[in-house]
Nanobody, 120 residues
Framework: VQLQASGGGLVQPGGSLRLSCAASGSILNINVMGWYRQAPGKQRELVAAITRDDSTNYADSVKGRFAISRDNAKNTVYLQLDSLKPEDTAIYYC???????????????WGQGTQVTVSS
């Protein structure tokens, strides 16, 4: 199982980006998918998460500015980042709880990370 993240970049304050993360491989089922971020010198933190039936959870710092969604048919999770602030600058990682074919329980997988830089 692999997670491939894309969509990061450099954007001015107030701008927008859309991140994507596609899971591939021998996948039986995916439960929670989420986005985390890690800024220099800080711990990795949860940004947003979404269950298979579209229940969502957001960090307080991004509520009202970011939106998470998913396409179960494509095993893909998205993160729309609006009204970006310099403090949103970080490496963004996707995460998924996956049941691979041949397994009986969920296993956590991480994408490779994509850099988001908010600067004028």
């Amino acid at each position: 199982v692999q997670l491939q993240a894309s969509g990061g970049g450099l954007v001015q304050p107030g701008g927008s980006l859309r991140l994507s993360c596609a899971a591939s491989g021998s996948i039986l089922n995916i439960n929670v998918m989420g986005w985390y971020r890690q800024a220099p010198g800080k711990q990795r933190e949860l940004v947003a998460a979404i269950t298979r039936d579209d229940s969502t959870n957001y960090a307080d710092s991004v509520k009202g500015r970011f939106a998470i969604s998913r396409d179960n048919a494509k095993n893909t999770v998205y993160l729309q980042l609006d009204s970006l602030k310099p403090e949103d600058t970080a490496i963004y990682y996707c995460n998924a709880d996956v049941i691979p074919f041949g397994s009986s329980g969920y296993q956590g997988y991480w994408g490779q990370g994509t850099q988001v830089t908010v600067s004028s």
